[in-house]
């Protein structure tokens, strides 16, 4: 079984500047996360698609992050203008109904500087 | 709001020793526990998920146990190998159904040969 993709593996970008992040999920897998893993802390979700609708964003900051999961399958999740705090390592991953089957994709690594 | 600790934050053992990892949180009300292991640059990798209505989870060498009334997790790994050396997460889900996962930071665990 195909994991959860995402692409790219590494990204460097300069402070200000804009960066988009892509992922695929598990076939058949109806929810689609994105966690953002700041350096020692544990992963903490940005945003949940159910299909191709929102369940949760309240922990995304509207004002530079925006995501969006067109036909349901595949998501890209976007910063613009990026900050020196971006710097983390997002997380993609889906599950099944419930939360079962929860699998994560091997993330973007994300420098700000 | 859930809360999730784990002690301790990173964990030096000799091979061959049987260890526990621990993790606490603080509503009670948790849904799911999960366990994951984190390898350096990797993405997250499901060890073992504990339901609503289960105490304890065993896979190989790994037994997880979920206490909710004391608020408390514990992952028992038997027989310690240095390819264990990885950072152990712990994350629930949140009650009411929520597929939102909470983590905590995680215990930096190193098996030395």
């Known amino acids: 079984e195909a994991g959860v993709a995402q692409s790219p593996r590494y990204k460097i970008i300069e402070k200000r500047q804009s960066v988009a992040f892509w992922c695929n999920p598990i076939?058949?897998?109806?929810?689609l996360y994105w966690y953002q893993q700041i350096l020692g802390q544990g992963p903490k979700l940005l945003i949940q698609?159910?299909?191709?609708?929102?369940?949760?964003d309240s922990q995304l900051p509207k004002d530079r992050f925006s995501a969006e999961r067109l036909k349901g399958v595949d998501s890209t999740l976007k910063i613009q203008p990026a900050k020196l705090e971006d710097s983390a390592v997002y997380l993609c991953?889906?599950?099944?109904?419930?939360?079962?089957?929860?699998?994560f994709g091997s993330g973007t690594r994300l420098t700000v500087v | 709001k859930q809360e999730v600790t784990q002690i301790p934050a990173a964990l030096s053992v000799p091979e061959g020793e049987n260890l526990v990892l621990n993790c606490s949180f603080t509503?009670?009300?948790?849904?799911?526990l999960q366990w994951f292991r984190q390898d350096p640059g990797k993405g997250l990798t499901s060890l073992l998920l504990?339901?609503?209505?289960?105490r304890e989870q065993t896979s190989g060498r790994l037994n997880a146990s979920l206490d909710k009334s004391s608020g408390r997790s514990t992952l028992y790994i038997a027989a310690s190998q240095p390819g264990d050396s990885a950072t152990y997460l712990c994350?629930?889900?949140?009650?009411?159904?929520?597929?939102?996962?909470?983590f905590g930071k995680g215990t930096k665990l190193t098996v030395n040969p």
């Open positions: 991953a889906s599950s099944l109904d419930h939360g079962l089957g929860y699998t």
């Open positions: 076939s058949g897998h109806a929810t």
């Open positions: 698609f159910q299909n191709n609708g929102v369940v949760d």
């Open positions: 509503d009670s009300a948790i849904y799911n």
């Open positions: 504990i339901q609503s209505s289960q």
């Open positions: 994350a629930g889900h949140d009650q009411g159904g929520s597929e939102k996962l909470v």
